[in-house]
């Protein structure tokens, strides 16, 4: 039997084409599943890609860009935007979208009605047409964040509390904890910006994280508190402990998730990575502070490259 001759690239049988573009980097995928219609087609089918180091997708006023830090490296799309709209949050609209390997999704609006002194709260999974609402009867005035974690949705009440919907199910509704978080913030010398928002492990508990940044040397500090399941029944407030590391795992606080650190793959374990004070996107680069902060050193890591590119806004990810 004469064996084929596979000289052209565009011909590479699909199942060594699959086991190749499986091993390339993030930048390297995407670069190559332009090489022809044939490899795109492939690009598209069910693929074990690994994972790569952080990245940062990147708005400015001429569109989105994606940057690199471990090659220092902006790539700008290539693609004709013109007619697309894109949705952002916004001080009344803010919405979390969560993607799982099979891409399949959840996405979560809040509406705040300032006029009506009300908040509505909606959300809408794969396959469904239309959107849900959450009834908030009142309880869930003033979402200050939200995040999305598996099938749940945390809400953080007016800074001052935390609440748990499962979207698994009809009955969404689920209090972690119904007392006040107590305020950690004395009044300090010299501090000029504080802001408190929360995240969840990989293992499901709940973080509170303090962000203080100080006027004299604009230096930022990053302090994380955990709930203790002993309440102080005197003032119905429950017990803050303090949380002196995040181990072998990353927190990006975008998203308010942790995940596994990784030194082969960039993700350093025990730090913190952050774009901006308010998960409410502002078009005010005064901001934007892009950077890891390191929760064992209090360190910060910036890239200096960014400054060049007059960025309004900016979100950390994992690629994959």
Avoid at 106 to 129: L, M, Q, R
Avoid at 207 to 229: A, C, E, G, S, W
């Amino acid at each position: 039997m004469e064996t084929p001759n596979y000289s052209s690239w565009s011909e590479l049988p699909m199942d060594i084409l699959r086991s190749l573009l499986e091993r390339l980097s993030f930048a390297d995928f995407q670069r190559a599943k332009m090489v022809c219609s044939n490899w795109y087609f492939c690009s598209k089918q069910p693929l074990l890609l690994k994972s790569g180091p952080p990245w940062l997708i990147l708005f400015s006023e001429d569109g989105c860009m994606l940057y690199s830090p471990d090659e220092d490296r902006v790539y700008k799309r290539k693609r004709d935007f013109s007619g697309i709209r894109f949705l952002a949050n916004s001080e009344d609209l803010r919405g979390v979208l969560r993607v799982d390997e099979k891409e399949e999704y959840i996405v979560v609006w809040c509406f705040d009605t300032a006029s009506y002194n009300s908040t509505y709260v909606g959300f809408c999974k794969n396959g469904e047409i239309h959107y849900r609402e959450i009834p908030t009867h009142g309880k869930f005035q003033s979402i200050s964040d939200m995040v999305l974690w598996g099938d749940r949705l945390y809400m953080f009440i007016n800074h001052s509390y935390p609440r748990i919907v499962d979207l698994s199910g009809k009955d969404c509704l689920k209090d972690v904890v119904p007392r006040n978080l107590p305020i950690l913030l004395a009044l300090e010398r010299g501090l000029t910006h504080f802001t408190k928002s929360i995240a969840v492990t990989t293992s499901g508990e709940v973080l509170l994280v303090h962000n203080k940044i100080y006027k004299l040397n604009k230096h930022r500090i990053f302090t994380l508190y955990k709930m203790d399941p002993t309440p102080d029944d005197t003032f119905n407030l429950v017990k803050l402990v303090k949380v002196d590391s995040l181990g072998d795992d990353a927190l990006f606080l975008d998203s308010g998730i942790t995940v596994p650190a990784n030194k082969t793959l960039g993700i350093e374990p025990n730090s913190i990575y952050f774009t901006r004070d308010e998960r409410v996107i502002s078009k005010d680069p005064r901001y934007l502070d892009i950077c890891v902060y390191n929760l064992a050193t209090k360190t910060l890591k910036r890239f200096p490259r960014l400054s060049e590119l007059h960025i309004n806004d900016a979100l950390w990810f994992l690629p994959s």
